[in-house]
């Protein structure tokens, strides 16, 4: 059966019923409730609701609370029945009341399953688009096989990895379609997987001479003599040409210029301004930051982008992972972070989910922090000439150079679900980025803040996963309070209280 569509005389009633079921909401009734009227509608809700059990039953943090609510509810409605034929009227109206917070619960979780399904059918065509971008270099890889110039195992591999993620993705699709939201979500794990050792075999396949390119624009037919005959005629066309030199800015282009706008100062909010969130839960309207956070450890001892010389800090990389919150959807990495005034310019890379990129690859100090190689790796990428080094970074910026990871800010917000997203941006001031585009200023540091929230379940998740205990709401403000003060003071910007979700602390 597939979840209950409601018309919209049953849809007014249905949010009549869930005002009502605000048990902190009081109203004065003018008029008494019929009992047996208002039991007859609640067993008509939990009906309603119970016709949703397919798209809850296969999500097991859903099901299992919706089951048992629904039970509650039915249970408490047929002994309500009998309670109203007899004597014990008292009881029956206790069990309504029940039964209120019963149908409660459902339509909560019913919402949840609603918008888990809504998350999963989001995340697939994106995920689609990155093997269809890994995919382009497939006849590549079928030509260099053919030419013999690859071994025949590395053929093989980017067949089978291709053939493998494609199957997954028509397992998800299908999985999705039929609401089984928990398998579906195994399926894209796995997916991921697939397809991050498809990018390696990409990246391998980029490192070849004969992909790069290198040397061939050069023809070796060409003889000395019709290379001096080229540079002689050259030579010439300069001497006669007339000295008038127009200089003519590059222009962006449209999809360019669209980007840019969006990430314009004016579109996110001034923490200066917001007085309602420099206090605890005082947020009274919209807001919209770039933000980046920061360990614990450097918030406590004032260290990296905590310092007095922050900005100094986060200028010395050449380019920085930070996430754009809004009220609805604040998810960071930590708990402790400042707020950025980020030119639109400096935005290189924007993606609603985490790309686990390398913004440290090349940098020798930095050989310690590598997220997606092993030491062993990295020692050979770093055993190359200083200008191959150099180079990294700008060839791993150009892995995100496509649509799903140059997203105008609206639409990243939409993009993203149940984790922080990621932007990258360039911490260096005057580098041009893209032709017609002015070059990077420098970025400031405008605000700090607290996640004041108690750690989800997915946070707990994780820090026991790393060994480690998730801080409660109030240790949280304990720890931060404790230094808030000198860091905003050393740095000149308001200290603000932000109700989200971070993965660490």
């Excluded at 849809?11 to 004065?28: I, P, T, Y």
């Excluded at 097991?60 to 919706?66: H, I, N, Y």
């Excluded at 200290?495 to 979700?501: A, N, P, R, S």
Aim: glycine share 4%.
């Amino acid at each position: 059966m597939s979840p209950q569509t409601l018309n919209k005389q049953e849809h007014k009633w249905a949010s009549d019923m869930a005002r009502h079921l605000n048990l902190n909401f009081v109203e004065e009734v003018n008029a008494p409730i019929d009992p047996g009227e208002e039991l007859a509608a609640l067993e008509k809700t939990a009906e309603y609701l119970f016709a949703n059990t397919d798209l809850v039953k296969h999500q097991s943090a859903v099901f299992s609370p919706f089951k048992k609510a629904g039970q509650s509810a039915r249970s408490g409605i047929a002994s309500a029945k009998k309670d109203f034929k007899g004597p014990k009227t008292q009881n029956a109206q206790a069990r309504i009341t029940k039964v209120k917070e019963n149908i409660a619960s459902m339509e909560q979780l019913i919402t949840v399953a609603k918008s888990n399904q809504i998350g999963l059918e989001a995340q697939l065509p994106w995920v689609k688009e990155d093997l269809a971008q890994l995919a382009l270099e497939l006849p590549i890889v079928d030509s260099l096989a053919i030419a013999k110039k690859i071994p025949s195992k590395k053929h093989k591999k980017f067949l089978s990895l291709d053939q493998e993620a494609n199957g997954l993705i028509s397992e998800a699709e299908t999985l999705c379609a039929n609401f089984q939201v928990d398998a579906a979500n195994k399926i894209l794990k796995k997916l991921n997987k697939t397809l991050q050792n498809y990018q390696k075999e990409v990246d391998w396949l980029h490192a070849l001479p004969e992909v790069t390119g290198v040397g061939a624009s050069e023809n070796p037919h060409v003889s000395k003599l019709d290379k001096l005959d080229k540079l002689a005629a050259a030579f010439m066309r300069k001497k006669t040409q007339e000295h008038k030199v127009e200089l003519v800015k590059a222009e962006p282009d449209e999809k360019t210029k669209a980007f840019l706008k969006t990430w314009n100062r004016e579109n996110f909010s001034d923490p200066s301004e917001r007085l309602d969130l420099q206090k605890r839960g005082g947020c009274k309207a919209p807001f919209k930051f770039i933000v980046r956070t920061g360990s614990m450890d450097d918030f406590i001892n004032q260290k990296g982008c905590f310092s007095a010389q922050g900005t100094e800090y986060l200028e010395n990389k050449d380019a920085i992972c930070t996430s754009v919150v809004t009220d609805e959807k604040c998810f960071v990495y930590g708990a402790f972070g400042v707020i950025l005034d980020v030119p639109p310019q400096n935005v290189l890379v924007s993606s609603p989910d985490d790309l686990m990129s390398e913004l440290n690859i090349g940098r020798k100090d930095k050989k310690d922090r590598m997220v997606n190689v092993t030491q062993e790796q990295n020692e050979k990428l770093l055993d190359v000439p200083d200008h191959v080094r150099n180079g990294y970074l700008k060839n791993e910026l150009d892995r995100y150079q496509y649509d799903k990871r140059q997203q105008n800010v609206d639409d990243l917000v939409d993009n993203t679900y149940y984790a922080h997203n990621e932007v990258i941006v360039s911490s260096k001031d005057g580098i041009q980025h893209k032709q017609g585009v002015d070059a990077t200023e420098p970025i400031k540091i405008n605000g700090i803040f607290l996640i004041d929230a108690e750690p989800s379940p997915d946070t707990i998740a994780f820090q026991e996963f790393e060994g480690k205990k998730a801080l409660t709401k109030e240790e949280k403000y304990q720890i931060f309070m404790e230094h808030a003060e000198k860091v905003a003071k050393n740095l000149g910007v308001p200290i603000l209280f932000l109700d989200g979700e971070s993965t660490m602390a």
